[in-house]
């Protein structure tokens, strides 16, 4: 699903409760305060983040995208896709994150769906993420989403802390 207009949230499903997500820039303020708890979550889990500091370039058309996720009107969740390798057709999830509140509400299921359809808009092909051990929930939702364990990407993460995954954008969502 994409928006008509940046910051302008547009329902994934219809009806009441529904999860709406609007693309925006990383500056946005929904998408500050969303991942300054993001990495006040990852550093409460672990006892230490990777900075929340992205280039707005990165995710923004043609080379990624920023989106967010809202519930009766109340910014919920975020993430955003960048290109790993372009060339190839690789596209990387980052910063998927849904409030404590919000879990359990499809709005991380509906964010990771809308990142892979925009990154297979711009011509991705598969797509990789990270998440750590201690987030059963992400790691459940990536494998119900047909996500596969894959090698680290990122050199030097810690392997006791650090689980890579991958997905063709070929196959079911």
Same mark, same amino acid.
């Given at each position: 699903?994409?928006?008509?207009?940046?910051?302008?949230?547009?329902?994934?499903?219809?009806?009441?409760?529904? $999860?709406?997500?609007?693309?925006?820039?990383?500056?946005?303020?929904?998408?500050?305060?969303? *991942?300054?708890? &993001?990495? /006040?979550?990852?550093?409460?889990?672990?006892? &230490?983040?990777?900075?929340?500091?992205?280039?707005?370039?990165?995710?923004?058309?043609?080379?990624?995208? &920023? $989106?967010?996720?809202?519930?009766?009107?109340?910014?919920?969740?975020? @993430?955003?896709?960048?290109?790993?390798?372009? /060339?190839?057709?690789?596209?990387?999830?980052?910063?998927?994150?849904?409030?404590?509140?919000?879990? @359990?509400?499809?709005?991380?299921?509906?964010?990771?769906?809308?990142?892979?359809?925009?990154?297979?808009?711009?011509?991705?092909?598969?797509?990789?993420?990270?998440?750590? $051990?201690?987030?059963? /929930?992400?790691? @459940?939702? &990536?494998?119900?989403?047909?996500? *596969?364990? $894959?090698?680290?990407?990122?050199? @030097?993460?810690?392997?006791?802390?650090?689980?890579?995954?991958?997905?063709?954008?070929?196959?079911? /969502?």
């Amino acid at each position: 699903m994409t928006t008509s207009e940046p910051g302008t949230p547009q329902a994934a499903e219809p009806g009441p409760g529904a $999860v709406e997500l609007a693309a925006c820039p990383v500056g946005h303020p929904d998408a500050a305060r969303l *991942l300054g708890e &993001f990495y /006040a979550d990852q550093v409460g889990r672990y006892g &230490f983040a990777e900075s929340v500091d992205l280039d707005p370039a990165e995710y923004a058309d043609p080379r990624g995208a &920023f $989106v967010v996720a809202y519930k009766s009107a109340s910014a919920v969740g975020c @993430g955003c896709w960048r290109w790993h390798d372009q /060339a190839a057709g690789t596209a990387e999830v980052k910063k998927l994150y849904v409030v404590p509140a919000a879990r @359990g509400s499809g709005a991380g299921r509906a964010l990771l769906t809308w990142l892979e359809r925009d990154a297979a808009r711009a011509g991705a092909r598969r797509v990789i993420l990270e998440t750590g $051990v201690r987030n059963t /929930a992400a790691q @459940g939702l &990536f494998a119900s989403a047909g996500y *596969l364990p $894959v090698p680290r990407y990122v050199p @030097g993460r810690d392997p006791a802390i650090n689980r890579a995954f991958a997905r063709s954008l070929a196959g079911p /969502a």
